[in-house]
């Protein structure tokens, strides 16, 4: 086998400190496959040195064109694509993301394979790889730290501001979370990143039935899926097929909930058709508990209507008046506070680079390496030859 990657140089605004794979993920690769070159892109915002690539045995360089395989982690500049490569990236055209049309058009015009991260899943239809638990833990972070800040209960730093996850659960030692009341949504990988700090903060976990009867002197969360927060307009029992299949036919029954919750975490998956957890009308209610709302997963227009735009690393905060719809200074009392981070993995990029890398050491670039048998690759190639494959000719009309 005589292959050689490259790591490219994230060149996404703001700027992206994860890498695909780490030092530690090259030295393995390179013990594991005799043959195989790693180039590194140089770049100086990685969260991994230029020194410490060296010493891992791969070759750091501004020219990658002797690449046959380029990893990267978010969408590349169209001035950085080099023609007739395959690239590995969250290219975000799946879902004809207007933004990334000209990206697309471009990989098509450079005859360049393009393989998604997004779409590699296994014969279930599990994704393989991915950043959502770190954006779970992060967006979950988000929404405590927005809690001290809003009544004045203590004080938190974002998770950009400290080395590691490690540092982020120190400053929760001898914290005192007060008697609030928490709603989290979602079954993926980012539902269960924020379950697990749930966990290791050791809030009570509540059942559907305590949460909307019992009365609690200590902060509790209840964790719901799609089944428990929508429901068929008919009255038919639940079929998830059929609700992403149909989302028209199916009504959220999320009141309940939002009339018991104080804070709400959204981490769902979500597609367009699928009604909103709530209405800009509902939020205007008496009823209307939530005051902080951590929209991890942050589709717009999507399930929170409260979720005018996506924040930034640098200002991830804004405050929603229900009344005039609209945006306003946060943390005053009379507003709801939003988290709306669009990347928030990259507030802990060590740690979320160390997982995804491991992820693709093992289970995608082997595939690359030594054949696809199952066809993981081959249906995650969004375009190849430079034509878009057959899973992927419905984007045919978004590119023409």
Not at 146 to 163: F, I, T, V
Not at 237 to 264: G, M, N, R, V
Not at 294 to 315: H, K, N, Q
Request: net charge negative; hydrophobic share 35%.
């Amino acid at each position: 086998m005589n292959i050689t990657i490259g790591i490219i140089k994230e060149t996404k605004i703001p700027v992206d400190h994860r890498t695909p794979l780490t030092p530690v993920h090259c030295s393995e690769l390179l013990n594991s496959f005799p043959g195989l070159t790693i180039l590194v892109q140089t770049c100086t915002e990685r969260c991994f040195s230029d020194e410490a690539y060296t010493e891992a045995g791969a070759k750091v360089t501004h020219d990658l064109s002797e690449a046959d395989i380029l990893l990267g982690v978010k969408e590349v500049a169209i001035e950085a694509l080099i023609p007739n490569k395959t690239y590995l990236f969250f290219s975000h055209t799946i879902k004809k993301q207007l933004h990334n049309r000209k990206l697309l058009r471009e990989i098509l015009k450079q005859n360049i394979r393009l393989i998604d991260y997004e779409t590699l899943t296994w014969d279930a239809g599990n994704r393989i790889i991915g950043f959502g638990r770190f954006a779970g833990i992060v967006g979950t972070h988000y929404a405590f730290l927005m809690l001290g800040k809003k009544y004045g209960y203590y004080s938190l730093k974002p998770a950009n501001q400290l080395k590691d996850y490690e540092a982020l659960l120190e400053q929760y030692k001898g914290l005192e979370i007060p008697p609030v009341r928490i709603v989290v949504c979602g079954d993926g990988r980012v539902a269960h990143g924020a379950l697990e700090l749930m966990k290791k903060l050791k809030i009570h976990h509540v059942s559907q039935e305590e949460f909307l009867e019992d009365d609690y002197n200590m902060p509790i969360y209840v964790h719901l899926r799609s089944e428990d927060y929508y429901a068929h307009k008919d009255g038919r029992p639940w079929d998830k097929p059929d609700f992403y299949k149909h989302p028209e036919d199916y009504l959220s029954t999320f009141k309940p909930y939002y009339q018991k919750a104080d804070i709400f975490i959204n981490a769902v998956f979500w597609k367009e058709g699928i009604a909103p957890f709530f209405t800009h009308e509902e939020m205007k209610g008496s009823d209307f508990r939530i005051k902080i709302i951590s929209d991890i997963t942050c589709d717009i227009p999507g399930p929170v209507p409260s979720t005018l735009r996506s924040s930034t690393i640098a200002e991830p905060f804004f405050g929603y008046n229900v009344f005039s719809e609209s945006e306003v200074t946060p943390f005053l009392s009379n507003v709801i506070d939003i988290q709306a981070v669009g990347n928030l993995p990259c507030e802990l990029p060590v740690d979320a680079s160390i997982e995804f890398g491991e992820q693709l050491k093992r289970h995608v670039l082997p595939l690359l390496f030594m054949g696809d048998k199952d066809d993981i690759i081959k249906n995650a190639t969004l375009t190849q030859a430079g034509q878009l494959t057959d899973k992927y000719h419905y984007l045919q009309d978004f590119v023409d």
